[in-house]
């Protein structure tokens, strides 16, 4: 992960949500900066510089914030030498459990069909394919085709972060944590509903949620407390990997 042997490249790290980007700010000490418009922060990890950017909930944000920071940092020496894609995952593999660390080598755009590679990097070997999709999928018959076809877990970003990354060469892998699982129903339409774009609790739209299902309010809390618990497994393992490039 290097553009030369005395100038090593930046690692550009992408946390599509803000409980996801801040454990990764706490572990690498960053600082905040600006890019190319993009709020960012900027640490070091080993030999290299990082730069962790908050990318939103969904293709379509991830892709297009990506893109601006790829634009920003520029190419050659100095330039983004790798993306790494950080945060929580929904499992759906029948040997996956909420906590387990996945590094997947294939991310499956849902969407469109394409699959794309993941680079190695220092760490938990790559194994298993993800798959990027647009929305809440809740059907167990469908996530258990999924499954059947390899699929270990969902996620809404890393397809388009990747197919950003293989247009411009840029080489890319992923850490997911898994934080919950659709098959232990604590998940609903309605947990959408009271996120921001950003991933972050909108307060007004919880309140809203629970009064009209105050029985959610323990379901909601343990999806809360793993996701936490997720988000900083990944940055511990993202971070890790990091400083050993």
């Not at 920003?72 to 894609?85: D, F, I, N, P, R």
């Not at 197919?163 to 098959?183: F, G, L, M, N, T």
Request: proline letters at 7%.
């Amino acid at each position: 992960m290097t553009d030369g042997p005395d100038r090593p490249g930046v690692a550009l790290v992408l946390a599509p949500m803000r409980s996801e980007l801040r454990p990764l700010l706490r572990a690498l000490s960053a600082r905040p900066a600006t890019i190319g418009g993009v709020d960012v922060h900027r640490s070091r990890a080993g030999r290299h510089e990082v730069v962790v950017g908050l990318i939103g909930v969904g293709p379509g944000p991830a892709r297009t914030t990506t893109e601006r920071l790829l634009d920003a940092l520029g190419q050659g020496a100095g330039a983004v030498a790798h993306v790494v894609v950080n945060g929580i995952a929904g499992g759906i593999g029948a040997d996956v459990a909420v906590g387990d660390t996945v590094v997947p080598d294939t991310v499956l755009d849902v969407a469109s069909g394409r699959s794309y590679r993941a680079a190695a990097t220092p760490g938990p070997a790559p194994s298993g394919t993800i798959a990027t999709v647009d929305e809440l999928i809740l059907d167990l018959d469908r996530l258990g085709r999924m499954a059947d076809e390899g699929i270990v877990a969902l996620d809404m970003e890393t397809a388009a972060v990747a197919e950003v990354c293989e247009a411009r060469r840029v080489p890319w892998s992923a850490v997911r944590v898994i934080s919950d699982r659709p098959r232990d129903g604590l998940l609903d339409e309605g947990v959408m509903t009271m996120l921001r774009p950003d991933g972050s609790v909108d307060p007004l739209a919880a309140l809203r949620h629970l009064v009209a299902h105050p029985r959610r309010l323990p379901k909601l809390v343990r999806l809360g407390r793993d996701a936490a618990a997720a988000a900083s497994s990944a940055a511990r393992t993202t971070v890790g990997a990091l400083s050993r490039l």
